[in-house]
């Protein structure tokens, strides 16, 4: 019993219940218009291609369409109840993160009640956001669970290595924000998410010692949006759908 009060239970049950009962009827869409371009030219690039061109509309997101073809092979294809699928995977995991996060980041000194209260009402509030609406249900929109999801890991193994549980933490954290970097131009923002959680544990005397490791992330920062920048191109199809 013990067990089922654990914060990170309390998030994963709330994530994994308010998810299917909010946008569970999302398995049963079709695609949409932007489907409908981004697939056929995703099962007719090569994989060099895919991580050395743009998107259909110009951006660069290869590691989205990464995923997705992995998944079609996972699957059988790119149809629409697995897309679906995808996207309410992807908005319950950060749901969750966001809950376990939300348990870790409160000061010291806190009850585990406390921490379970903190973890289900974040996760809570999360789930119930208004706008992961859109999100949830355009298979095309999956990189904003997935970017989220990976923003709000990164901030939670960034913590756990700040917290003496060992530099791979922050290893993690790091692949995570190149990753995110990867999946969605708003990716490029996790680095200084991690940096901001630094500066806001030092001024909560959070950590008993100073990190370089910002100067790592900083970086990261520096090269994810020349990267981007120099990668974003035309594309191979225009706005003037009909």
Do not use: K
């Amino acid at each position: 019993m013990r067990f089922l009060t654990r914060p990170a239970v309390i998030s994963a049950g709330i994530a994994l219940l308010i998810t299917g009962m909010l946008y569970g009827d999302a398995l049963q869409l079709p695609l949409f218009s932007d489907d409908l371009v981004q697939i056929p030219w995703l099962e007719s690039i090569s994989w060099r291609e895919l991580w050395t061109s743009p998107s259909p509309y110009g951006y660069y997101r290869p590691l989205w369409y990464t995923i997705w073809r992995g998944w079609a092979r996972l699957v059988g294809g790119l149809h629409p109840r697995g897309l679906h699928l995808l996207n309410l995977i992807a908005h319950a995991v950060a749901t969750w993160l966001t809950g376990v996060l939300a348990a870790r980041w409160l000061r010291r000194g806190c009850t585990r009640v406390e921490r379970t209260y903190a973890a289900g009402l974040a996760a809570l509030f999360f789930v119930l956001f208004p706008f992961s609406r859109q999100a949830v249900a355009w298979p095309g929109a999956v990189y904003n669970p997935l970017v989220t999801a990976m923003a709000a890991a990164a901030v939670l193994t960034y913590d756990l290595g700040r917290a003496g549980r060992g530099r791979g933490w922050v290893v993690a954290a790091f692949v995570l924000a190149v990753l995110a970097s990867l999946t969605y131009e708003s990716g490029i923002l996790v680095a200084p998410l991690v940096v901001a959680a630094e500066l806001s544990g030092r001024a909560r005397d959070r950590w008993a010692r100073q990190s370089w490791w910002v100067l790592v992330f900083i970086g990261l920062l520096v090269v994810s949006w020349a990267l981007w920048r120099s990668m974003r191109g035309a594309g191979v199809a225009a706005f003037g759908l009909t």
